[in-house]
């Protein structure tokens, strides 16, 4: 079974940079397409950005676009999520996800309901 670990995840300033790592174990990560999500308080998860498993296609949803860049590194079988201009309506717990079968695309970034693998979640605040 495939297991998922965030990390990266704390406090920053408005403006700053934060990257966030999805470690997988017990599968390759290169079969699996990937993702990642936020939930704020109160609020419904968001789906952020994927990525295919041949890292050819990408989708980010428009309040991250152009601040917001997920990447992989199947050697090190880890996801990253590199934040910039993080905004304080950025702050939620993001979570990673994977799926065997999903191709990325808006509405897979979307629903969560769609994905079989997720970690646990690491917290982001943004604030001063």
């Known amino acids: 079974q495939l297991q998922l670990v965030e990390s990266g995840g704390g406090l920053v300033q408005p403006g700053g940079s934060l990257r966030l790592s999805c470690a997988a174990s017990?599968?390759?990560?290169?079969?699996?397409?990937i993702g990642w999500f936020r939930q704020a308080p109160g609020q419904e998860r968001e789906g952020v950005s994927c990525?295919?498993?041949?890292?050819?296609?990408?989708d980010y949803a428009d309040s991250v676009k152009g601040r917001f860049t997920i990447s992989r590194d199947n050697a090190k079988n880890t996801v990253y999520l590199q934040m910039r201009s993080l905004k304080p309506e950025d702050t939620a717990v993001y979570y990673c996800?994977?799926?065997?079968?999903?191709?990325?695309?808006?509405?897979?970034?979307?629903?969560?309901?769609?994905?079989?693998?997720w970690g646990q979640g690491t917290q982001v605040t943004v604030s001063s």
């Open positions: 996800a994977a799926d065997l079968q999903l191709v990325c695309d808006s509405v897979a970034r979307r629903f969560g309901e769609f994905w079989t693998d």
């Open positions: 017990g599968f390759p990560l290169d079969y699996y397409t």
């Open positions: 990525m295919d498993r041949n890292a050819d296609n990408t």
